[in-house]
C-alpha cells in the first residue's frame, strides 16, 4: 500500500507570509505526528493527533504554528506569519496506534523562509 | 525533559567491516526505544523498535541492545555494506511525546 505522502515537496516563501504544509498518512493509521527538522539539528516534535482526541500540542514552538487533522486522514500544519528561522524540513509520519508503535515517515516538506 | 545525545556524530568505515552507534538518554521512564535510518532527501525509515521490557531487537545484519536503567542503547552493523552509509537516528519514547539524537552520519567506503 501507499505509504505516508507530504505536499508540497519544496516550498520558498517570503518572510510573514503564511504557509501550509500537507500530510497524507497510511490509510487506516489513526495517529498522526509532525515534526521539524533544522538543518544539522535532530528531529523536533511539534504536534501529536491520536483518534478523535485533542491533539498534543506542547511540541509547537509559538502560536504562529497550528495543525488540522480531519477524522483519522489528512493533517495540515499551518505556519502563519512565516519567519527565517521556520526554515527547516517538515515531516509528518503516522502509525497504526499510540505514540509507542512504530512510525512511518513521510518524505517531508523543505520549506525555506526568504 | 528528555534529551538524547549520539556518539560519534560522523562515521567512516571500510566496506565490512562492524560497527557500533552509541545513543544515550537522561530519563529512562521511557516506553520504547527506535532507531531509524534517514537518507539524504528522504524521510526516515523505522529499522528496529525495542519496547521498554526488552533488552535487544534483531533484524537481518542489525542488533539493537537496550539498557534503560543506565540509559544507553547501540546499534550494532555486522558486515557494513556501502548502501549502509545514510544517518542513523534513535528516538525514545515517551507516554506522549517521541524524542530523537542528533543522529550519526555513517559512510560506509567501498
Known amino acids: 500500500g501507499a505509504g505516508v505522502s507530504q505536499s508540497p515537496s519544496n516550498k520558498v516563501t517570503e518572510k510573514g507570509k503564511d504557509v501550509e504544509l500537507r500530510c497524507d498518512p497510511i490509510?487506516?493509521?489513526?495517529?498522526l505526528y509532525w515534526y521539524r527538522q533544522r538543518l544539522g539539528q535532530g528531529l523536533e516534535f511539534l504536534i501529536y493527533?491520536?483518534?478523535?482526541?485533542?491533539?498534543?500540542k506542547s511540541g509547537l514552538p509559538s502560536d504562529r504554528f497550528s495543525a488540522e487533522r480531519t477524522g483519522e486522514s489528512v493533517s495540515t500544519l499551518t505556519i502563519q506569519r512565516t519567519q527565517q528561522e521556520d526554515s527547516a524540513v517538515y515531516l509528518c509520519?503516522?502509525?497504526?496506534?499510540?505514540?509507542?508503535?512504530?512510525?512511518?515517515f513521510g518524505p517531508g516538506t523543505r520549506l525555506l523562509v526568504l | 525533559k528528555q534529551e538524547v545525545t549520539q556518539i560519534p556524530a560522523a562515521l567512516s568505515v571500510p566496506e565490512g567491516e562492524n560497527l557500533v552507534l552509541n545513543c544515550s538518554f537522561t530519563?529512562?521512564?521511557?516506553?520504547?526505544l527506535q532507531w531509524f535510518r534517514q537518507d539524504p532527501g528522504k524521510g526516515l525509515t523505522s529499522l528496529l523498535l525495542?519496547?521498554?521490557?526488552?533488552r535487544e531487537q534483531t533484524s537481518g545484519r542489525l542488533n539493537a541492545s537496550l539498557d534503560k536503567s543506565s540509559g544507553r542503547s547501540t546499534l550494532y552493523i555486522a558486515a557494513s555494506q556501502p548502501g549502509d552509509s545514510a544517518t542513523y537516528l534513535c528516538?525514545?519514547?515517551?507516554?506522549?511525546?517521541?524524542?530523537f539524537g542528533t543522529g550519526t552520519r555513517l559512510t560506509v567506503i567501498p
Open positions: 530519563d529512562s521512564a521511557i516506553y520504547n
Open positions: 528516538a525514545v519514547s515517551g507516554a506522549n511525546n517521541l524524542f
Open positions: 525495542i519496547q521498554s521490557s526488552q
Open positions: 493527533f491520536q483518534g478523535n482526541s485533542a491533539p498534543d
Open positions: 490509510s487506516g493509521h489513526t495517529a
Open positions: 509520519a503516522s502509525s497504526e496506534g499510540a505514540i509507542q508503535e512504530t512510525q512511518y
